[in-house]
């Protein structure tokens, strides 16, 4: 597997262990009626999520259905815990906010059914400038050039263009060359909370990620 499949890999990993812990949450009510009320606020927050177009936080989810954000947060458990490892249907947590996505191991078929073209996915010149930007960020591409020993213009572009890495400032050094970062869209497309949910360095080596491939991430 290359830097960016292992990736996926703990995401799912991430995932299983996270749905076991919403699995084991209490979501009880006292009587016949409150827990009616429950499952259809469950029900009206999976049919909200469904047709929302982007990530939706629990204050919008609350003010919404009319319940309070405890009581969403509850039903957010509940239903999560039903989108588990062996579904093709993830919810996705991304800095407070919640929406559906497609299962990553499943990108292949995906991809198939939907006829998407080979140019829309990332080579591995991409791949690889990638993973440097978003182990090593923030870097300008005269850094990214010096680890990969070529030219990354165009893979930087592409990176631009599909919205995975963005302009986040400028070098002090000679000519204050653009500094690089990733994208909010690069943490959804791995399924990450943040940065430091990347595999640690340490974790890589013992799955046998090459000395080339780790002499590029490492600082």
């Known amino acids: 597997m290359n830097i960016a499949e292992r990736m996926l890999y703990h995401r799912r990993i991430r995932y299983n262990q996270r749905y076991d812990k919403f699995n084991n949450a209490n979501y009880s009510m006292s009587d016949s ?5 429950a499952n259809n606020l469950i029900a009206c927050i999976e049919a909200l999520l469904f047709v929302s177009t982007g990530p939706v936080s629990v204050q919008q989810l609350s003010e919404a259905l009319g319940h309070t954000q405890d009581e969403v947060n509850a039903a957010l458990k509940v239903l999560i815990g039903t989108y588990r490892e062996d579904r093709g249907i993830r919810i996705q947590e991304y800095q407070g906010r919640y929406q559906f996505m497609s299962a990553p191991e499943y990108a292949q078929e995906i991809e198939k059914f939907l006829v998407l073209e080979a140019s829309a996915r990332l080579s591995r ?35 631009l263009s599909k919205g995975l890495i963005q302009e986040v400032g400028r070098s002090e050094g000679p000519g204050r060359p653009i500094l690089y970062g990733t994208t909010s869209d690069f943490l959804q497309h791995f399924g990450l909370e ?21 002499r590029l991430l490492k600082d």
């Open 194 to 214: 943040s940065l430091k949910d990347l595999p640690p360095f340490e974790l890589l080596e013992q799955e046998g990620v090459s000395p080339e491939e780790q």
């Open 125 to 159: 010149a991409g791949l690889e400038t990638l993973a440097i930007v978003a182990y090593r960020q923030p870097i300008t591409r005269p850094g990214i050039d010096a680890v990969r020993g070529v030219n990354s213009d165009g893979a930087l572009k592409s990176l």
């Open 33 to 37: 009626n409150q827990s009616k009320t």
